[in-house]
């Protein structure tokens, strides 16, 4: 393993050898229908609560990734997962029945290349295999974040809509399938954007600069990659990702860019103003349809960066700024 910069390179990478990406209702009318391992008609999955029901969505996604992988959780060193919800209990309650050491990881959007990148370095210092694995759904963040679903208020255009849905990849030393060649833990940025409905512009300069010191620390162009995958910043996000990284740091992206927060929705049919959002945006769109086009190799190599907002409903009832994170994952085949 070498550390450049801020990014780690791994002389030999780390395997994802499954994965899976499951998603609700509203999200199975979207774009990548086809793709999702699974599309519940249920939001509620059964449960009596939608927090319950996240979990449960969560849970379904790791089975099915350890399936793809053809291990059972008695082979799984560690899983990594996190949530939007109040100290991560989405997750607690999704893995409290798998019996598999549990590291919870708090990177609101971004916690799915956060739980990759921690555990691609697991790994790499000894670990056989992790899982990663984030969620979230789109009732339980409304009325933790925002108002009661009764309430019915009115969204301004650079709200996004919080994506019901969970991923899942694992990780292990050695076997067939997509290599994790480098990731970089990415840096707080905080250009004091305090609008909680407009957190594409609170996490565009995270992922301008994460992007940034990716290139800058592996010698590469955006031209060098298929694909720059960015989640979640929504229609208003990207466009200032787009102004920053041109204006700012002097490179161009837009070319070979896409947001997972613009490609699992449909704008324009499915009224969700800016975009999706949540943890289980990228998390779903990646461990589905972005692997898949990797295994048939329309993909070769994806840099993937996630972004989150790193709020809470106290922080900004208190009028506090909104402090942004960015993590990378670079993904080859």
């Known amino acids: 393993m070498q550390i450049k910069g801020k990014t780690v390179i791994f002389d030999n990478p780390p395997v994802i050898t499954g994965h899976a990406g499951v998603v609700g209702k509203k ?10 391992d699974a599309v519940f008609d249920d939001t ?17 996604a790791i089975i099915r990734g350890l399936s793809d992988a053809d291990i059972s959780s008695k082979s799984v060193d560690f899983v990594l997962s996190g949530d939007l919800l109040d100290q991560c209990m989405g997750s607690a309650f999704a893995l409290k029945d798998l019996e598999i ?3 919870g990881l708090f990177g609101a959007c971004s916690t799915m290349a956060l739980s990759l ?14 899982v990663a694995a984030t969620s979230s759904h789109f009732c339980s963040s409304e009325r933790q974040f925002r108002f009661p679903l009764e309430y019915g208020g009115q969204r301004p255009p650079t709200s996004q809509w919080t994506v019901t849905g969970a991923g899942s990849a694992v990780v292990q030393s050695k076997g067939k399938g997509i290599k994790i060649k480098a990731v970089q833990i990415g840096t707080i940025t905080d250009l004091g954007i305090k609008d909680a409905n407009n957190m594409g512009a609170a996490m565009a300069p995270a992922a301008a600069r ?10 590469t162009k955006p031209q060098d990659y298929d694909l720059i995958l960015t989640g979640d910043l929504g229609f208003t996000g990207s466009e200032l990702l787009y102004e920053l990284t041109e204006c700012e740091y002097k490179i161009k992206i837009r070319d070979n860019h896409k947001d997972c927060g613009l490609m699992i929705f449909d704008l324009k049919k499915q009224d969700v103003n800016s975009g999706g959002s949540g943890c289980g945006c990228s998390a779903s769109v990646l461990c ?5 086009e990797m295994e048939k190799r329309h993909l070769k190599n994806v840099l993937f ?10 922080s900004s009832k208190q009028g506090n700024s909104i402090p942004s994170i960015a993590h990378a994952v670079l993904l080859e085949v």
């Open 27 to 36: 999200e199975g009318e979207g774009p990548l229908a086809e793709d999702f």
């Open 44 to 60: 509620t999955m059964g449960q009596q609560s939608y927090e319950l029901a996240e979990s449960a969505m969560l849970h379904d």
């Open 101 to 103: 050491p549990s590291i």
């Open 117 to 130: 990148s921690v555990g691609s370095m697991l790994v790499n210092a000894g670990a056989n295999c992790i």
């Open 210 to 219: 994460t992007i940034s010191d990716f290139l800058s620390d592996t010698g």
């Open 288 to 292: 589905s349809h972005i692997m898949k």
């Open 305 to 314: 960066v996630a972004t989150g907002a790193l709020m809470s409903p106290t």
